[in-house]
């Protein structure tokens, strides 16, 4: 019973807790990056199929409106691979890191804006998402500008 309580009692301590906290935070990395491949391969595999039933079942004059789903499939990967690479990034640096996470947040505004059917969003939709893509420009101007000054 002494030993038991002793054993809890070391698990406990500081540097103890914040190494277990660390392996499961590094365990919880690895599998978000195996999810996140899985998700790619199948996101590939999505536009492949709609590529392929598009381009040979869509009548002659009628791709432009198809042209704007195939580009929101293609930033779907891009998101993704953007996504797996903060992941890996936080797996080699145990960092996140801010610049990689703006830039992938600008292209999702950005997928959102290239798919947008301005016949169904109201006025206010197209100012928040300019005032989003402002927002997001400028942090990522000073986290770049920031980033910069410290390495030199």
Known sequence: MKRLLKLIVGAT?????????????????????????????????DLGV???????TTPYGTFNTTLFKIFGLFLNVLIALEILEN?????????????????????AVARKIIILDLEKVSGIDIIGLGIAILALSISYLIIRSSNSKNTH
Not at 13 to 33: G, R
Not at 87 to 107: A, C, D, N, P
């Open 13 to 45: 301590k500081d540097e103890n807790f914040m190494h277990v906290i660390e392996n499961i935070e590094v365990l919880v990395s690895k599998a978000l990056s195996i999810f996140m491949v899985i998700v790619i391969l199948v996101a590939i595999v």
């Open 50 to 56: 709609f590529l392929v039933k598009e381009l040979f």
């Open 87 to 107: 992941i890996t990034g936080y797996l080699r640096k145990h960092v996140f890191q801010v610049e990689l996470v703006i830039g992938t947040s600008l292209i």
